[in-house]
């Protein structure tokens, strides 16, 4: 496969401007001023929510579209006047498109916390309706209370983050996608501007079955889950996102066999692209064991575990083991934090490259340190 098909994706959260204590804010200006930007081919914004009355909104509208941004956080160096019309986090993709043509963005619709209304949005009562809000907020740019237009030419696309489909939501699931792609291909034929459809799938074999309904080829790429597949909510420290494993009786879940499943889908293989964790899954109260490292060991689960960035400052050594992950363990403080490091990352995107994946896609940026290493990582691993 040609290099410039391999896409490199990155997740933009909404909330990543406020930050926190423990998790520095994360902002447009840093995709810019960390090198991030250059790397990307797409950015996808995450997230929108679902209404009551079933339709798309803003998922945060002071973030979103409100936050004033001052010259020192602005993309441009350049502070909103309180009277424009469009200000936050989308007015600032603007200026990040501005700096950086090449870069598509979509929005993602749902995530983990705004699925619930999916089954109903889906369904052949609501589906139009669902589908013409999501275009003519994001992707002909009407943002309420603002004059017609002014979040236009942001958003190249939709990104439809359902979590998760079930049993009863087949049939709904594959109309749904088959009417975004066919509006989707509406609108370009009106606006000469390709949109471009996308989604997150699961990895887990019970929840991807839900899908076998659905024309993956309706979509530009899906981004098969390549994390969470172990975590705290086991009681043995563990790989949270293996690549493969020579050790199918403690780590059995990993990004092979989830992208294997998916392949098997008839998804053209170009069209997958493999999801990235930025992000740490932990344990404490874990005994060094007999190889003294704290692997496969008993252990307590950390519900708000470090980013990668964040892990940098955590005690403990590194360890590595190759075509499976990395993981950092303090036997001091008893504590085992499983991560894609560097490394790692380049052994993902060479393994995604020579196997004719269509790419990568890191949840989520503001997790990468402040010269983005990781999405460095991945890029460079791509031209293998």
Known sequence: MDRRRRRTVGYFTSWGVYGSADRPRYTARDARISGTAARLDHLVYCFANISAGLRVVLGDPWADAEMPFPAVDSVDGVADDPGQPLRGNLNQLRKLKVAYPRLRIS???GGPHWSGRFPQAATAKSRDEFISSAIDLFLRGNVPGLPVGAAAGIFDGIDLDWEFPQAADEANLAALV??????LDLLTAESGRRFLLTAWVPAAEELAAHWDRTQLGDFDFVVVQGYDLHGPWESTTNFASALSSDAPNRTWFTCDRAVAAWRAKRARTRNLLLGIP???HGWTEVEPGRSGDGLWQPGVGIGDPPTYRGLRSVPGQMHRRSGM???????AGKRFFSVDDTAVMAEKAAWVATRGLGGVAAWELG???????????LRSGLSV
């Open 178 to 183: 088959a009417e975004f792609r066919c509006r």
């Open 325 to 331: 992950g990395a993981w950092k363990y303090d036997p």
């Open 278 to 280: 930025f992000y740490c």
């Open 367 to 377: 997790g990468d340190t402040p010269d983005g290493e990781l999405l460095a990582a």
């Open 107 to 109: 929005v993602a619709i």
